[in-house]
């Protein structure tokens, strides 16, 4: 191989009680396309914000080379100057600024007086929008372009800084498959411009199709690189499981748990009921995100949504729920052959309804409290002893959730921001597991967990249905569904397009009828 | 908030078992800085004013005059923690302060009310002044600052309307007492007030069992707990603070009524904050509200009684303040929002909401009030005095904020 663009060696962090990397190692090589994978927690991004200036010099230990020359980058101003960008996972553009602008924020194009030469501003943004495939205005506000496009403004805004590595974090975690596609493309054509990539990504089909090499990390350590094809041009030679077994230490043979079957006396009985359930957009009243949507799902059954972004999953979801989006139109919704008219959260939470967020972080857990307190928080009126909430039962439930649901963290007392994705998510599901509902909708609910923790997300899923729990389970990534579901119901523009069982369903069949658009 | 970040369990330590006591008390004061931090502040400036004016500040009349004087202070403050941690602000409680003592005014000096009767529809009146704010609020969906900066112009302006611009005098006895009196004395002549040593006695005790029972349930639930040895001489140390406090009052007229007044809310508001599903939900509120409100919160019930309780305090700092000059005026209770306001944040509330004490609220208004006091005996100008309270709010919440920093990645 030439000589490498990045060379990392030897790095070790140590935070306050914990050692978060311990000597990794990491080359880049010119022009490469260069994944690392690991669980959450394994390290990924400390190892970033070490090359990239945020934990600046002098607080870790090794050696950083950038094109053969060792750099020691006091802040991430240092970095990007050498040509290093970082591209983070949630996205740092600003809504009301135009694209231009954004693209121009911190390194604004002056003229020679010191104010703003707009001209050329304009002139530049759009060569850099060219040059992304993106076709937008320069002077149209990033808030109105999807978090797609938003995500190519991002990397514009790199290019800008005439950029030589790019770190991309996650980078198509929110985006829907169409989306995903272009900005791997997009990777791919900067590499033929020399430019050379970092991907941290959990989903190993796109690793697969542009990374040339992947490193693993797993508790702060470099496991392994493994070289996943020859030359840009050659196939793949490295398969998931091979990946997945470097992450997690051990073969998984099983991604998903055998599903257990439900036998109890209600089991063939249908358990949540949504007829013609129409909802209009909340501001924009011309439009129907959901329209005339009817389903059910029975007890013991795990049903699955499958659509693609704005298809209207989450918004039915939300809108059953309480009518918590948009404004409701019409439509019935039938729990255990009682209709309820459940036009508020509590009332839908009194119907037997849970709806477990696919946001945990905005619309799931309170990140300053504990998990204690987190857990309860539906359940509290139910938690009562003479009229205030019965502590010693509260911290038994929660210590309860912690054990079974295998949440971790020493005590219940600890804060739920500081917890792990996955260990979140955990939280989540205790939190609703313990409302006892009949009918739990789960809106993606692995996202952004590692694979490890997704299966034991899984077996969770699975258990309640043994237990007669009607599962709707909506999820953006087909095999899952396919996996854990007893039919999948399609969806597009808000309409369902097809129904579908689980001897029917593959991802082919699926994909067609998720891009089904009306005609 | 009383949660308690405790170290990982790698080895299985038994709870109780000797496990570095330092550690386990620095981690202890670690989680609750903010508070521990304040408490610590707090008892310095007390020390640094005690010896600065030759044991002047802790002579018994002047602290039943610290009391009194910062009483309405308190009761604001305890009041806007609540609504701080509901993740909001209220401006127009020293203007409510105002309103309230010029219709309490109003109804006992131009109408020959009884005061009983007064003070309950003051109560009342700032009850619906917070409906009304709160409605705006909740239901309307505008902004706290901009009802509540409506509500102080609109309080103003109405007290003056009420009182034509003068001031009304003078209250009855009863009324008055409520800033100004103390508890009765009873039973025989000792050297002290004997209903204060019974109260005294009575807080020790309560203080105890408290202690006592978190620590059961600590040992029960296999938290970590501090070592035998320690948690003793912090109820030592705890009771023998009591103690100085009680014989201190007991050795002039004993407990302020409006000391019990505090005490009340103090325990009773704490406890509903704690332990009530509401004061769960208000804490969630300002933590996330679209989390709360999807986990079933009935988040604009519960933010507009966070201000109807609000207005019901102001309403009470109101009467209190009116019966300690004897007089509803125009310009009564001008800046109290502000102080009310920094009181709270230097006693742990957090400017985005879901944190905070009741108790947090008192310290931080005794950090000011110690402060007020202690400069004014020393003779420091109120120019001064501004200026240094200005400082120690920056620093207090500076202090956190960096601490916060240090202790976070």
């Given at each position: 191989m030439t000589r490498p663009v990045l060379e990392m060696r030897d790095i070790t962090k140590t935070f306050p009680g914990v050692k978060a990397l311990s000597e990794v190692n990491l080359t880049v090589g010119p022009g490469e396309i260069h994944a690392i994978c690991g669980e959450n927690g394994a390290g990924k991004s400390t190892l970033m914000k070490v090359l990239s200036g945020v934990h600046e010099h002098g607080t870790y230990e090794g050696e950083i080379s950038f094109e053969g020359e060792p750099v020691a980058f006091g802040d991430i101003r240092a970095s990007e100057q050498r040509g290093i960008v970082i591209i983070h996972q949630e996205l740092a553009l600003i809504p009301y600024l135009s694209v231009a602008e954004n693209i121009f924020l911190g390194n604004e194009q002056t003229s020679a007086r010191g104010f703003i030469d707009w001209q050329g501003t304009l002139r530049k943004a759009a060569a850099l929008l060219a040059q992304v495939g993106l076709r937008e205005q320069p002077q149209t506000p990033v808030s109105a372009l999807s978090v797609g496009k938003q995500q190519l403004v991002e990397i514009a805004k790199a290019l800008s800084k005439e950029v030589k590595l790019l770190i991309l974090d996650e980078p198509t975690a929110a985006l829907n498959d169409e989306d995903s596609a272009t900005l791997l493309d997009l990777i791919l054509t900067?590499?033929?411009?020399?430019?050379?990539?970092?991907?941290?990504?959990?989903?190993?089909?796109?690793?697969?199709?542009?990374?040339?090499?992947?490193?693993?990390?797993?508790?702060?350590?470099?496991?392994?690189?493994?070289?996943?094809?020859?030359?840009?041009?050659?196939?793949?030679?490295?398969?998931?499981?091979?990946?997945?077994?470097?992450?997690?230490?051990?073969?998984?043979?099983?991604?998903?748990?055998?599903?257990?079957?439900?036998?109890?006396?209600?089991?063939?009985?249908?358990?949540?009921?949504?007829g013609g359930w129409t909802v209009r957009h909340p501001t924009d009243h011309q439009r129907l995100v959901v329209d005339d949507v009817s389903l059910n799902v029975r007890h013991g059954e795990i049903v699955g949504i499958a659509g693609l972004?704005?298809?209207?999953?989450?918004?039915?979801?939300?809108?059953?729920?309480?009518?918590?989006?948009?404004?409701?139109?019409?439509?019935?919704?039938?729990?255990?052959?009682?209709?309820?008219?459940?036009?508020?959260?509590?009332?839908?939470?009194?119907?037997?309804?849970?709806?477990?967020?696919?946001?945990?972080?905005?619309?799931?857990?309170?990140?300053?409290?504990?998990?204690?307190?987190?857990?309860?928080?539906?359940?509290?009126?139910?938690?009562?002893?003479?009229?205030?909430?019965?502590?010693?039962?509260?911290?038994?439930?929660?210590?309860?959730?912690?054990?079974?649901?295998?949440?971790?963290?020493?005590?219940?007392?600890?804060?739920?921001?500081?917890?792990?994705?996955?260990?979140?998510?955990?939280?989540?599901?205790?939190?609703?597991?313990?409302?006892?509902?009949?009918?739990?909708?789960?809106?993606?609910?692995?996202?952004?967990?590692?694979?490890?923790?997704?299966?034991?997300?899984?077996?969770?899923?699975?258990?309640?249905?043994?237990?007669?729990?009607?599962?709707?389970?909506?999820?953006?990534?087909?095999?899952?569904?396919?996996?854990?579901?007893?039919?999948?119901?399609?969806?597009?523009?808000?309409?369902?397009?097809?129904?579908?069982t689980r001897a029917d369903a593959t991802q082919e069949v699926l994909m067609r009828h998720m891009t089904q658009n009306r005609s | 908030m009383t949660t308690s970040t405790t170290p990982p369990k790698d080895a299985s330590p038994k709870p109780g078992a000797p496990q570095s006591a330092g550690a386990l008390l620095l981690q202890n004061a670690r989680a609750n800085m903010r508070q521990y931090g304040m408490l610590v502040a707090l008892a310095f400036i007390v020390i640094l004013f005690q010896i600065w004016t030759d044991g002047t500040l802790l002579l018994?009349?002047?602290?039943?005059?610290?009391?009194?004087?910062?009483?309405?202070?308190?009761?604001?403050?305890?009041?806007?923690?609540?609504?701080?941690?509901?993740?909001?602000?209220?401006?127009?409680?020293?203007?409510?302060?105002?309103?309230?003592?010029?219709?309490?005014?109003?109804?006992?000096?131009?109408?020959?009310?009884?005061?009983?009767?007064?003070?309950?529809?003051?109560?009342?009146?700032?009850?619906?002044?917070?409906?009304?704010?709160?409605?705006?609020?909740?239901?309307?969906?505008?902004?706290?600052?901009?009802?509540?900066?409506?509500?102080?112009?609109?309080?103003?302006?109405?007290?003056q309307i009420v009182l034509e611009g003068q001031s009304l005098s003078p209250f009855p006895e009863g009324y008055q007492d409520l800033a100004k009196g103390f508890i009765p004395e009873m039973g025989p002549y000792t050297q002290y007030h004997n209903p204060t040593l019974v109260f005294g006695l009575l807080a020790i005790l309560f203080l105890l069992l408290r202690e006592w029972r978190t620590r059961r349930q600590q040992v029960a639930y296999e938290l970590d707990v501090l070592p035998q040895n320690l948690w003793i001489l912090k109820c030592v140390a705890m009771a023998a603070a009591v103690t100085a406090f009680t014989l201190t009052l007991a050795s002039f007229h004993g407990v302020p009524v409006v000391m019990l007044v505090m005490c009340a809310l103090l325990i009773g508001l704490g406890y509903v904050m704690r332990n009530?599903?509401?004061?769960?939900?208000?804490?969630?509120?300002?933590?996330?509200?679209?989390?709360?409100?999807?986990?079933?919160?009935?988040d604009k019930r519960v933010t507009f009684m966070v201000f109807v309780n609000m207005g019901v305090l102001a309403a009470l700092a109101g009467c209190v303040y009116a019966a300690r000059l004897n007089a509803g005026t125009p310009q009564a209770g001008l800046n109290f929002e502000l102080e009310a306001i920094a009181a709270a944040f230097i006693g742990g509330a957090s400017m985005s909401g879901g944190v905070g004490t009741v108790m947090g609220a008192v310290i931080g208004g005794l950090v000011l009030g110690v402060l007020n006091n202690g400069m004014s005996l020393v003779g420091i100008g109120t120019d001064y005095q501004q200026v240094i309270k200005g400082l120690v709010l920056l620093a207090a919440v500076g202090f956190d904020v960096w601490n916060k920093r240090k202790a976070g990645r």
């Open positions: 900067l590499r033929e411009q020399g430019i050379a990539s970092i991907i941290i990504s959990h989903k190993l089909g796109e690793i697969r199709r542009i990374a040339d090499t992947v490193t693993i990390l797993r508790d702060g350590r470099t496991i392994e690189t493994l070289t996943v094809r020859e030359t840009p041009e050659s196939e793949p030679q490295l398969s998931e499981d091979r990946i997945i077994r470097g992450m997690v230490g051990r073969d998984l043979d099983r991604r998903f748990p055998d599903r257990t079957h439900y036998e109890g006396e209600d089991a063939e009985k249908v358990a949540l009921e949504v972004m704005g298809a209207g999953r989450t918004e039915l979801a939300m809108s059953v729920f309480g009518r918590s989006y948009g404004q409701y139109v019409g439509g019935t919704l039938t729990v255990e052959g009682r209709e309820v008219t459940a036009k508020t959260v509590p009332a839908a939470v009194d119907a037997g309804i849970a709806y477990v967020t696919e946001d945990r972080k905005q619309y799931g857990l309170n990140l300053i409290d504990n998990i204690n307190r987190n857990i309860s928080l539906p359940s509290l009126p139910g938690m009562r002893r003479h009229g205030v909430v019965d502590e010693h039962h509260e911290r038994s439930v929660a210590e309860r959730y912690r054990t079974s649901m295998n949440i971790k963290a020493p005590t219940v007392f600890e804060q739920v921001g500081r917890l792990s994705g996955g260990n979140q998510q955990k939280v989540v599901l205790s939190k609703w597991i313990h409302a006892d509902p009949r009918v739990l909708i789960l809106d993606e609910p692995t996202r952004g967990i590692d694979v490890g923790a997704k299966f034991e997300i899984y077996s969770v899923i699975d258990e309640l249905a043994s237990q007669g729990k009607a599962v709707l389970f909506i999820s953006s990534e087909l095999p899952e569904l396919l996996g854990m579901c007893d039919r999948i119901y399609t969806m597009a523009e808000g309409r369902l397009t097809g129904e579908i | 018994p009349n002047n602290v039943s005059n610290l009391i009194q004087q910062n009483s309405y202070i308190l009761i604001l403050a305890m009041g806007m923690m609540l609504v701080i941690i509901a993740g909001h602000i209220d401006l127009s409680v020293g203007s409510l302060v105002a309103f309230v003592g010029a219709m309490s005014a109003v109804m006992m000096v131009k109408h020959d009310m009884p005061w009983v009767l007064a003070l309950i529809l003051s109560l009342l009146i700032g009850a619906v002044a917070g409906a009304w704010q709160g409605f705006f609020i909740a239901y309307v969906g505008i902004p706290s600052f901009i009802v509540t900066l409506a509500g102080m112009l609109l309080f103003r302006g109405l007290t009530a599903v509401v004061g769960r939900h208000v804490y969630a509120l300002g933590g996330n509200k679209a989390a709360a409100k999807l986990s079933g919160v009935k």
